[in-house]
């Protein structure tokens, strides 16, 4: 298929401008905005067409429209004439506004209906207008942008349209011609999945409808279900309550009797204590009385200060007053100046320590290196050579040279399996031709026997009819025989019987005699009335038999050979083997050519081959080096200690004398040293003399505290005089003669024993007077014997059950639980017919939810079959995808190196999603889209050339390129535009190109004697 004409009736910013294009290679080329992109989205609109939908439809449609649709106007159409291979000249005709599709026959000018390009080119027939054209030549809009079209700056949208593609892929990789693909039926299976499956947690599909409709008819089941067990639970409940009821009035009753007994129990009990508190009120009549609680107390206070005196206090130990007023007399007064070195004075001294000492240590000479017989060059030159020296040869694999042996000792085995697979298929197509030679004459005698049995068959029918007739008449005349017989018998029987009763009863015997002769009569006119119809023999005879139908020949069991074997092929691998095999030498002697050239270097620069001998010269040139610079290091370092080392011997003395110290006509550091030394001297002796005259503080306070504690002992003596003197003069105020205080003190202590027992008498007479009040109640002893013998006269026999700790709460109690009974009695009688008026269908329910569950597993059995199918052609897809791999990896191989100029050699794809991997000169592979943009749209380009020859479409389509050499250099375009011109032999091309070397190049070696084609387009005003 080619384009021969592009017409722009309305499109961009072109109104009925036609451009013609070359039937093999066209280049179209003009500046910027001279409407290059413009023609080639107009071929691929003339194809593509668009889609009609709702709304604005996809990111890419609605950036098409905003960049294609006319700015004025209402039409946007682009016509399109084309040529098939089969010569039928098109044109299709692009309503872009509406969506719609003209398609015409130019020879007959008639347009084609429907029906006509589903019979001519097998586009599925359809009411909608807008044709996908791409199907005439067995591709899609999609495949159409992602191959054969390639819009400025998309050349790598075919790693977007790998899904896309695989149905064309997995058709160019098979041997067949079919239909349907692993990836369309992948497709239809995963829409069936999805739309008869569905997901188990999303949406509404029938895998999830069916498990919630289970779900929800197994919940109302065991809704039902447990509606049952309540309405039985409650029926139960309900006796309970009763019976609960019952006791709970029962158990009230005897409490009431109870309450009446524990009344006169409790009378009796208070008549019994109130004579009990009047004998003990008589007998405390005569108990003393205490004296006032102030006197008590005053006595209680004064003996407990006694008794807690004590043992008397110690007098205070230690030196004196004056003994301590004369040491402080003694002491010295504190010295001036520092009684220990200051640190910054002491961290000065040892800086400058520091400073000498380091300075000690760099001064010491460096090792020379012996400098002799070394190259005048870099070590890092040198190293460079040695690597260079090691690099090993391209290595090459014996594996490959056994695998390529194996292929053809393979080739020869698959030659001779070949030979006698062709002999055994024409060994089984010899048997199964005889066995259907033999099988067709044995059918030929079974058809002859067919005809004989069927005439024989007819004859036998009527046979039978008559027989069967006969028969059925004899049958018919027996019967009647035996009807007339049983007659005559009977009768035979009466008269018998007749007879013998006219010996026994005469009127019974006539009557009997008289039915018996007439029974006898009845039945020998029946037989003779009733003989044999004329023509019915007296006994049936046998029969006719039927004949035998032949025995239908059994058809041979034919074993058919299948398709004849096919010749086997040598494995394109074999030419991959040889083809690395020369690159291989190759490589090798380029390898050896630089090693040449680098050994005769060397020898030319006087050193030696050796890469180990290279790389010890280095490291004694970094020795060397290594010397010198630190040799001035140390000169350095060494100059900057002697300048700090008079800088600090400077600070050092002038702080000394800061200080107080005698430093004049010093300087150096051997007299700061030794000035530093004496004031450490000093120091040491006015801390002596500081630390006399410290303990001034402590004898201060040492004073203080003994005359403090001198006069703390003098009142502690008066203070236990006055409480000796307060107990006596207390036990003669209460009568005592006692003059020691120890007596004076347990005299005390017996008085105020006498006294608590007065106390405790009197409370007891209150406490029992308050107590019998109590109990009396307003009422006397007289009337309350009275009320305690009328109550016992009226009590019946007390209950046999123990009475409750408090008779009223359990009363109280009771009375509560008899009406709680009664109310949850009641309750549960309401909620017993609450339920039997709610109670649902449960057999209903179950027969459900058993239907529900069917359901959901016809759709679960459904789902494991789906993954099942699905899992195997994925598998299949896979195999399919290993056997097309090398197909466009070998159609990309011979174009590699030419198109990137040799730096890589060999190509990798993955045709699951169209990845590419490059191998470099040097054996390494890299990922293509990983390199720079222009090696990766020219590795792309060649894949979509690759595609293009492999895809199973029904036509060679032409391919349409837009500004795909903006990213090569100069070299790379001459090398890519040569090699679209080899391309343009089988299939058109149209470049489209702004680039004045493209220009250049097409002047000079296109051809429109050999169909091809330069157009220059006009530069836009």
């Known amino acids: 298929m080619r384009f021969d004409s592009i017409r722009s009736d309305a499109f961009g910013p072109f109104k009925g401008d036609e451009l013609e294009l070359g ?43 905003a960049r294609h649709k006319p700015w004025s106007g209402t039409r946007w159409q682009v016509t399109a004439r084309i040529t098939t291979e089969d010569g039928t000249r098109l044109a299709v005709q692009q309503d872009l506004q509406q969506g719609t599709t003209r398609i015409i026959d130019l020879d007959s000018s008639h347009r084609l209906t429907a029906s006509e390009l589903e019979s001519r080119f097998g ?31 998309e050349v790598l949208r075919v790693i977007d349209q790998a899904d896309e593609l695989q149905q064309f892929l997995q058709r160019a990789a098979s041997n067949q011609t079919i239909d349907v693909t692993a990836s369309e039926v992948l497709g239809e299976l995963r829409q069936a999945y999805s739309t008869r499956v569905g997901s188990a947690s999303v949406g509404m599909r029938p895998l999830r409808a069916t498990s919630q409709a289970l779900s929800e008819a197994d919940e109302r089941a065991y809704a039902l279900r447990a509606a049952r067990d309540e309405l039985r639970k409650a029926a139960a409940e309900v006796r309970i309550q009763a019976d609960e009821e019952r006791r709970a009035r029962a158990a009230l009753a005897d409490l009431e009797a109870m309450e009446n007994h524990a009344e006169f129990a409790s009378l009796q009990d208070r008549v019994n204590r109130i004579r009990d508190f009047d004998a003990q009120l008589w007998e405390l009549r005569d108990a003393p009385e205490p004296a006032d609680e102030e006197v008590r107390d005053r006595a209680h206070t004064v003996r407990t200060a006694y008794l807690s005196l004590g043992e008397p206090p110690a007098a205070p130990q230690g030196p004196g007053v004056a003994e301590l007023e004369q040491q402080l007399a003694e002491l010295p007064q504190p010295p001036s100046g520092d009684t220990s070195p200051e640190p910054h004075v002491r961290a000065l001294w040892e800086e400058l320590q520091q400073s000498l000492s380091a300075l000690s240590s760099v001064a010491e000479p460096s090792p020379l290196v012996d400098e002799d017989h070394l190259p005048d060059l ?49 060994q089984a197509a010899a048997v199964r031709d005889a066995a259907t030679a033999q099988y067709a004459e044995a059918r030929a005698t079974y058809d002859a026997q067919l005809a004989s049995y069927e005439t024989e068959a007819q004859k036998h029918h009527e046979a039978a009819a008559e027989w069967d007739r006969v028969q059925q008449a004899f049958s018919e005349s027996r019967a009647r025989r035996s009807s007339g017989t049983w007659q005559f018998a009977l009768g035979a029987l009466l008269v018998v019987g007749g007879v013998v009763a006219l010996l026994l009863e005469p009127v019974v015997g006539a009557a009997l005699l008289v ?17 044999s119809p004329p023509g019915v023999a007296a006994t049936a005879s046998e029969r006719p038999k039927a004949p035998t139908p032949p025995t239908l020949p059994r058809p041979p069991e034919i074993v058919e050979p299948g398709p004849r074997p096919s010749e086997p092929a040598l494995s394109p691998v074999v030419d991959d083997i040889r083809n690395r095999r020369q690159r291989w030498s190759a490589q090798r002697a380029e390898w050896s050519s630089q090693r040449e050239n680098l050994l005769e270097d060397m020898r030319s620069r006087q050193l030696p081959p050796d890469p180990d001998e290279l790389q010890g010269l280095a490291r004694r040139i970094d020795e060397r080096e290594g010397t010198r610079r630190a040799a001035a290091e140390r000169q350095a370092t060494a100059d900057a200690l002697r300048a700090k080392i008079d800088e600090k011997s400077r600070l050092l003395l002038a702080t000394l004398g800061e200080r107080g110290e005698d430093v004049q006509q010093s300087s150096g550091p051997e007299a700061a040293d030794l000035a530093y030394r004496a004031y450490e001297s000093a120091c040491e002796e006015r801390a002596g003399v500081a630390q006399a005259a410290a303990r001034r503080d402590d004898l201060q306070r040492s004073l203080s505290s003994r005359r403090s504690e001198d006069a703390t002992y003098a009142g502690e003596i008066a203070r236990r005089e006055g409480v000796r003197h307060a107990l006596l003069t207390l036990v003669r105020e209460l009568g005592s003669e006692a003059t020691d205080p120890d007596q004076a003190a347990q005299w005390t202590e017996h008085w105020l024993d006498a006294q608590r027992e007065a106390e405790a008498s009197r409370e007891r007479r209150g406490r029992l007077a308050l107590l019998r009040a109590q109990l009396l109640d307003g009422d006397d002893v007289d009337r309350l014997t009275a009320r305690l013998e009328e109550l016992g006269s009226s009590l019946g026999e007390p209950p046999e059950q123990d009475f409750p700790p408090d008779i009223g709460l359990a009363l109280a109690e009771a009375g509560q639980l008899v009406e709680a009974a009664s109310t949850r009695r009641a309750s549960s009688e309401g909620h017993l017919n609450t339920l039997r008026a709610n109670e649902g269908d449960l057999a209903a329910a179950l027969d459900e939810a058993a239907q529900r569950r069917r359901d959901a597993e016809a759709v679960e059995e459904l789902r494991d079959t789906l993954s099942l199918a699905i899992e195997q052609l994925e598998g299949a897809q896979s195999e399919a995808h290993r056997s097309l791999a090398p ?97 343009a032999r089988d299939r058109q091309v149209v470049l489209f190109s702004q680039e004045a070397g493209v220009h250049a190049w097409a002047s000079q070696r296109l051809s429109e004697s050999d169909g091809d084609r330069l157009v220059s387009l006009p530069q836009a005003h």
């Open 23 to 65: 039937p093999r290679f066209t280049i179209v080329h003009g500046l910027n905005e001279s409407g290059k992109s413009t023609w080639a989205a107009a071929l691929y609109a003339s194809l593509a067409g668009r889609r009609r939908s709702r709304g604005r439809g996809s990111r890419d449609e609605a950036l098409f429209r």
């Open 123 to 153: 586009i599925p027939r359809s009411d909608a207008e807008d044709i996908d054209v791409g199907q005439l030549f067995g591709l899609t809009r999609g495949t159409l942008r992602a191959t054969t079209f390639v819009p400025q700056a």
């Open 378 to 426: 870099a070590s890092d030159e040198l190293r460079e050579l040695a690597e260079r020296l090691r690099a090993q040869p391209p290595e090459w694999s014996a594996a490959l040279d056994e695998q390529e042996a194996q292929l053809r000792r393979d080739f020869e085995n698959q030659q001779r399996q070949h030979q006698a697979a062709i002999a055994d298929w024409d």
């Open 515 to 531: 039915t018996g002769l007439a029974l006898v009569a009845w039945g020998a006119i029946s037989r003779r009335s009733q003989g």
């Open 887 to 983: 197909a466009l990896e070998s159609a990309m191989r011979s174009r590699i190196p030419n198109v990137t100029a040799g730096r890589y050699v060999d190509v990798r794809v993955k045709p699951e999603d169209l990845a590419v991997e490059l191998l470099e000169r040097n054996g390494s592979w890299r990922q293509a889209s990983y390199l720079s943009q222009g090696t990766t749209e020219q590795t792309y380009l060649l894949l979509r050339l690759a595609l293009v020859e492999h895809l199973d479409t029904q036509e060679t389509m032409p391919l349409v390129l837009d500004d795909v050499t903006v990213q090569c250099d100069a070299d790379r375009t001459v090398a890519l535009l040569e090699l679209l011109a080899i391309v």
